[in-house]
């Protein structure tokens, strides 16, 4: 047995204070497996060590929700006896060193996450930052990842249905994957992770074990160097043809009442399946290494333990249930395997070629693992922009035109036309709106979904940047018609052992669980991702927020496109012109300068009900919301989606066009309704203006103090600088 | 014994991933790079040990399942 | 009209392909796993679109040579009605009952878009509800659907009338030789496309433009 030095353990991620605390709690010192497995779970992966302190904050709880965060992905009831059942996870580090099988994998990961709990993913969308376009990585990054993302999601046969794209410089080092996965379930038909009861049998099935990611967890919970590209053999390969055959084996199985627990193997595979299985059914678990289907030769205890093979899950069946388990696994020719049994220890067992390799108690390993209140430091909040900010004589017409064709504004046409998103023939909004639209198959309700966070708000002010990612996504729910229910979060940052890093952490967290409880839109699952820095560089604070909502009837929901010449365009909200972080301001004139615009909760409630009403009442089928870029961008948007042309007469100016105060909407909607509307409005107290007209000459966009500019000019610049940039020679 | 079945488009059929590396060959600077065609390596084992049996054994493979004859073609190196 | 679809592993188009057709022609399909040896008496088989054994080797490959297809085969030579979409085309080719082969989309990436179609044949029993050189738009979901043939077969396929789908001018996705997006065999009761119909079946999804071949299938079986 390999002996343990302070280099073994340092190797292994762990502080000496953390290797003194395994060695009280074991009462001696650990061997080599042992330390493995502690390592694992011990690390920010796993134990979210560094953050569980703060996200107790968060607001988990609500009269839809069946199960919040602790189980592998979170449940929310959508009436009739369906539940929807979804997670965002991140699989940062892996894309960065490969960009396929990274994505790829992280695909395959929270999908097993939706239906290792009875749910059939109906959607997945996907929330991507990268380095700046002339990073000489980033297209090769880019290109990896759409393809991974692609050749899973799309062999799966579960449709991606959107997500985002960003580029900036921070993340040049450390690109973000993150992916969500959504299904739906009857809720009596959910299935959990807690092993209870003694002497269960413990089946292990799906794909054999090799040798592949060994320390990915700890790998996920490390800042990289210059020596990164060596960790490449610890990337995992994904098959999603065996993820397939295993999503319709379990399902299979599930039909039927044999299983008692069940969890895949993530990160940390065997390890962290079998103790948190144990931890939560207050149970010990006892496997025999000796029975895991293994794929390389000569493997050893630490290797079986620490695998992260994927395409693989644990499960506690019913006694006596085995056969007709192996029955199901052996048509899908997928690999059984009896591995252990569960015991009244309250101990993890591991036995391999006849001899006990390790023993530990289970509340070690998943209860005890260190909680850190690292210390943080507050950034001051950012001055007013200053007056001389912008030029205001610059002509809007060719800043619109480098808008939106600029790196984060244009078309991303070119990556969704790589994911099947209509694959099961339920998909009712295609990616390119403000949210998706899935219908709940066999009936007419449909679910709404979103992933949003505008992270360089987030890196000038965490906590209204948190709000904002919250009230984002919440509104682009509301701008398809969805009641949003819930929310899964994916917390991106840096090396929280850094104050000022903590400091971003704590207050996005604030943010987040402000405007979380200010809209009634509970964190039900979520991931943290943190060290993602290089050569201590972090990126841009990032929490990722995805939402889900409802749509009692999926026939009643708007989308984007104008739809009829003539329409009116009403803008809801209030425009103050809020250039501080915007686009605008960072495209056209080089700066990120300012506070972001500040979001004011009870004003984005009100706002959001009110155009809501329309849409459900169906007095309104054009909604798009106003965020990145502004009025100006939000009107182009609909005209190009729409192929027509629109004449503003309200705003005008700079501040008024691209400014990006929040709790805003474009609707477009016949004369005579808008006129309804406006009176609805003042009633509610929501401000409420005609702003032009969809139509006008017809082919241009017409605004007072811009030329007129042909939709067809700006759906070029749209559409072609993502695949023009992404065709260029490395 | 054990065998090497290498498959690859047969010539006159368009290759598009063969075309897209030797534009990256070229890109990189390998100016001398010409044409570019781009296959399949299949590794076998047998429990067969007559050559001439494994060879027409190998044949039928490729013929039913290794190739699709109507654009790839095949060829079959075998190890002692 | 009774119908079958096969599920091979990793067919992921099954569903999609057994709700048109319980929607177009009221009775469910019956659903024929890949290892079963026979299809039930049926006036259609469907092959439904998906990775079949994850596309590994080739796409449609190793489907071609499951225990299912000799039936399929038998059946089709028979004059039993078969349709592959997407992925069934390729195990089509594959088994010899459609001619060419589906090679990858010329841009290397698999691509999903809705793309226009003309009917090129209205005299089959798969299109005879659409009209010659009518233009209509199925989505398209495929990384290797770039129909190959040589000039021979493509001019035989074009003389005997089997180019049952073109894409339309300026809208090939993938490089597909003469725009070709579907097949008929020569006996015409076999029919590749890569496009796919069953996915719009129903209005709330935007658009219609697929239930004409279930329409075409149930007038002329039924």
């Not at chain 1, 909760?601 to 990145?628: A, P």
Request: aromatic share 6%.
């Amino acid at each position: 047995m390999i002996e343990i030095t302070p280099q073994i353990v340092r190797e292994h991620g762990l502080s000496d204070a953390e290797y003194g605390r395994i060695k009280q709690l074991l009462n001696r010192e650990p061997n080599y497996v042992e330390l493995g497995v502690f390592s694992v779970m011990w690390s920010e992966h796993c134990s979210y060590k560094s953050t569980r302190a703060h996200l107790r904050r968060l607001p988990t709880k609500g009269p839809v929700v069946i199960q919040g965060p602790g189980e592998n992905a979170g449940v929310v009831d959508i009436g009739d006896g369906d539940a929807v059942i979804f997670k965002m996870e991140s699989h940062n580090h892996p894309s960065f060193i490969e960009p396929y099988q990274g994505a790829a994998t992280g695909v395959g990961g929270i999908m097993r996450d939706v239906f290792t709990m009875g749910a059939r993913p109906i959607a997945m969308m996907n929330a991507l930052r990268f380095g700046t376009p002339d990073h000489p990585k980033t297209r090769h990054l880019v290109a990896g990842v759409v393809a991974g993302i692609g050749g899973y999601g799309n062999c799966m046969g579960v449709p991606t249905v959107g997500g985002e794209v960003n580029f900036h410089s921070a993340y040049n080092g450390n690109i973000l994957v993150n992916a969500m996965c959504v299904g739906i379930a009857r809720q009596d038909k959910i299935f959990k992770s807690a092993a209870e009861g003694a002497g269960n049998p413990v089946i292990y099935v799906g794909s054999k074990t090799g040798r592949d990611g060994i320390h990915g967890a700890t790998m996920a919970s490390a800042e990289f160097d210059e020596n990164s590209e060596e960790k490449r053999p610890t990337v995992q390969v994904g098959d999603p043809f065996t993820e397939k055959l295993l999503l319709e084996a379990c399902l299979e199985l599930m039909a039927t009442d044999a299983i008692i627990a069940i969890q895949d193997m993530g990160a940390a595979g065997l390890t962290s399946s079998s103790a948190e299985m144990a931890s939560k059914g207050n149970s010990g678990i006892e496997l025999n290494l000796d029975h895991v289907p293994q794929r390389e030769e000569n493997m050893t205890a630490y290797d079986m333990m620490l695998s992260e093979s994927q395409e693989r899950m644990l499960a506690v069946l019913k006694p006596g249930r085995e056969d007709e388990a192996r029955r199901i696994f052996d048509k899908w020719e997928l690999d059984f395997a009896i591995i252990g049994i569960t015991t009244d220890t309250n101990r993890l067992v591991i036995r391999h070629k006849g001899e006990i390799v390790a023993d530990m108690p289970v509340n070690a390993l998943a209860d005890e693992a260190p909680v850190y209140e690292r210390p943080f430091t507050r950034r001051p909040a950012l001055p007013p922009l200053a007056k001389n900010a912008f030029d205001p004589k610059r002509p809007i017409a060719d800043s619109l035109l480098q808008l939106i064709g600029s790196p984060d504004l244009s078309s991303r046409r070119w990556v969704w036309e790589q994911f099947d998103y209509t694959v099961m023939a339920d998909t009712v909004q295609a990616p390119g709106g403000d949210a998706a639209v899935v219908r709940v198959h066999g009936t007419n309700k449909s679910i709404a979904i979103a992933c949003d966070v505008t992270p360089r708000y987030c890196r000038a002010d965490p906590f209204e940047g948190g709000k904002q990612a919250v009230a984002e996504c919440w509104r682009n729910l509301t701008s398809v018609g969805a009641t949003p229910l819930a929310v899964t979060d994916n917390l991106n940052f840096g090396n929280p052992e850094r104050p000022e890093t903590m400091g971003e952490i704590v207050a996005a967290i604030d943010g987040i669980a402000e405007a979380c409880i200010a809209l009634g839109f509970p964190v039900v699952s979520g991931n943290c991702s943190l060290y993602n820095e290089t050569n201590g560089e972090p990126i841009l604070p990032t929490p990722a927020i995805g939402g889900v909502g409802l749509l009692k009837d999926g026939t009643r929901h708007a989308s984007v496109a104008f739809k009829r010449a003539g329409d009116a365009i009403v803008l809801i909200g209030e425009t103050k012109g809020h250039l501080g972080q915007s686009l605008y301001l960072r495209e056209i004139e080089g700066s990120e300068s300012g506070p972001p615009p500040p979001v004011d909760l009870g004003v984005e409630k009100r706002n959001g009900d009110f155009v809501r009403g329309l849409i459900e009442m169906g007095q309104v089928d054009t909604v798009h919301d106003i965020s990145d870029g502004g009025l100006l961008i939000a009107v182009a948007e609909m005209a190009m989606a729409g192929g027509m042309g629109a004449m503003l007469e309200g705003p005008d100016g700079i501040a008024q066009l691209f400014g990006e105060d929040q709790a805003r909407y474009l609707l477009a909607v016949p004369h005579s309704i808008a006129q309804e509307i406006l009176g609805d409005a003042k009633a509610a107290g929501v401000p409420a203006a005609i702003i032009g007209f969809v139509g006008g000459t017809g082919t241009h966009l017409e605004v007072p103090g811009m030329t007129a500019t042909r939709i067809a000019a700006l759906k070029s610049a749209h559409e072609t600088w993502l695949p023009n940039y992404m065709a260029a020679p490395q | 014994m054990k065998a090497r079945v290498f498959v690859t488009l047969k010539n006159g059929v368009l290759d598009p991933q063969g075309k897209a590396i030797g534009h990256a060959l070229n890109n990189l600077g390998f100016a001398s790079v010409g044409e570019v065609r781009q296959g399949k390596v299949i590794d076998i084992e047998l429990a067969e040990t007559d050559a001439g049996k494994a060879k027409a054994e190998l044949e039928r493979m490729c013929e039913k399942l290794l190739a699709n004859t109507v654009i790839e073609k095949y060829e079959i190196e075998l190890k002692a | 009209m009774k119908s079958a679809v096969v599920v091979f592993p990793a067919s992921n188009c099954d569903r999609d392909a057994a709700v048109a057709l319980e929607q177009m022609t009221g009775q469910k399909p019956v659903m024929v796993w890949h290892g079963d040896s026979e299809i039930p008496d049926v006036d259609l088989i469907v092959l439904p679109g998906g990775f079949s054994y994850g596309d590994y080797l080739r796409c449609g490959a190793m489907a071609s040579q499951s225990r299912i297809i000799r039936d399929v085969k038998a059946k089709a030579d028979k004059g039993v009605a078969v349709l592959g979409i997407c992925n069934g085309f390729q195990v089509l080719t594959e088994t010899g009952l459609l001619p060419g082969a589906l090679m990858r989309n010329a841009k290397l990436k698999f691509v999903c878009r809705p793309v226009g179609l003309t009917i090129e044949e209205s005299q089959s029993a798969f299109t005879r509800a659409y009209a010659k050189g009518e233009t209509v738009r199925f989505p398209v979901a495929h990384g290797e659907g770039n129909y190959f043939a040589d000039d021979a077969t493509l001019d035989r396929l074009e003389g005997e009338g089997r180019v049952a789908f073109r894409y339309a001018e300026g809208e090939n996705p993938n490089g597909s030789a003469r725009n070709i997006a579907g097949i008929l065999s020569e006996k015409r009761n076999v029919l590749g496309l890569m496009p796919h119909p069953e996915r719009v079946v129903d209005a709330a999804l935007g658009g219609t433009d697929g239930r004409r071949v279930f329409q075409s299938l149930i007038e002329t079986l039924s």
